[in-house]
């Protein structure tokens, strides 16, 4: 009863013996050279794509020397371009809507972060309106969207 487990008779182990018939036995190990690679491509196409990700509405923001903010959640956006339209999010509303869609979408009642965008070339009593109304709604958390100043 002196039998191993371990030992096939006649060839050796599994690397160095010969085996019976030819076949070899699958190979039982992942071999992760494929999935590495569709990672990193996966990894350059939404580092090229995060950026184009941003709110649709074309503004061209006014410049400060303001530092960036970090946040953690998506704020809500209301932009105001150089004709005085006003849009909540991507989508274009009238200044009386703006506080009933903004109680309707915040998510976490009078303290929901709310950015307004205001074009260089808009009026600045509309964008001014917009605030007065949103502030006046009971909103406290409310900013103005701006690039970070280029030095020249």
Avoid: C, H, W
Avoid at 73 to 78: A, E, G, H, K, L
């Amino acid at each position: 009863m002196g039998m191993s487990v371990g030992a096939s008779g006649g060839g050796g182990g599994r690397r160095g013996g010969r085996r019976r018939g030819g076949k070899r036995a699958p190979v039982s190990e992942i071999n992760v050279t494929p999935l590495v690679d569709v990672m990193l491509v996966l990894l350059i196409i939404f580092m090229v794509a995060a950026p184009m990700m941003t709110v649709g509405v074309p503004i061209d923001l006014p410049e400060t020397r303001a530092s960036a903010m970090n946040s953690d959640t998506q704020p809500i956006t209301i932009s105001v371009n150089p004709q005085g339209a006003i849009y909540l999010q991507e989508q274009p509303i009238a200044l009386e809507e703006v506080v009933p869609k903004l109680q309707a979408i915040a998510t976490t009642g009078y303290n929901e972060r709310i950015y307004v965008r205001g074009d260089t070339a808009a009026a600045y009593g509309t964008v001014m309106k917009v605030m007065a109304q949103i502030s006046a709604a009971g909103y406290k958390n409310i900013g103005l969207v701006t690039l970070q100043e280029q030095d020249k």
